[in-house]
């Protein structure tokens, strides 16, 4: 099991860039592929971004396609979601999650532990 800590959000205009970090502390960080995931009030959890356990492989949803960046760096147990180019539509509360599997990690069923989320707040 890891702990996660998001942090890096806050309120931005359109068209503006944030960048979320997620801390994880635990063992062998590396062995777990990583997400972010964000929820608006009233919606569904969404997929963000899903990153490889060696960062070699990245998978967006399409609406973030071209904006959004995921990376890790194994060496210092943090995976990174830059943010470029906001939109409104993109305000919600983001989660970052680890999981050991390579199953159901857009749905969110793969991941066996989360962080307690960061708000991003783009207005227009």
């Known amino acids: 099991q890891v702990h996660l800590v998001e942090s890096g959000g806050g309120l931005v205009q359109a068209g503006g860039s944030l960048r979320l970090s997620c801390a994880v502390s635990?063992?062998?960080?590396?062995?777990?592929?990583m997400g972010w995931f964000r929820q608006a009030p009233g919606k569904e959890r969404e997929f963000v971004a899903t990153?490889?356990?060696?960062?070699?492989?990245?998978y967006y949803t399409d609406s973030v396609k071209g904006r959004f960046t995921i990376s890790r760096d194994n060496a210092k147990n943090t995976v990174s979601l830059q943010m470029n180019n906001l939109k409104p539509e993109d305000t919600a509360v983001y989660y970052c999650?680890?999981?050991?599997?390579?199953?159901?990690?857009?749905?969110?069923?793969?991941?066996?532990?989360w962080g307690q989320g960061t708000q991003v707040t783009v207005s227009s």
């Open positions: 990153i490889s356990r060696s960062g070699d492989n990245t």
């Open positions: 635990g063992r062998d960080f590396s062995s777990y592929t």
């Open positions: 999650a680890a999981g050991l599997t390579v199953e159901g990690l857009i749905s969110g069923d793969g991941y066996r532990d």
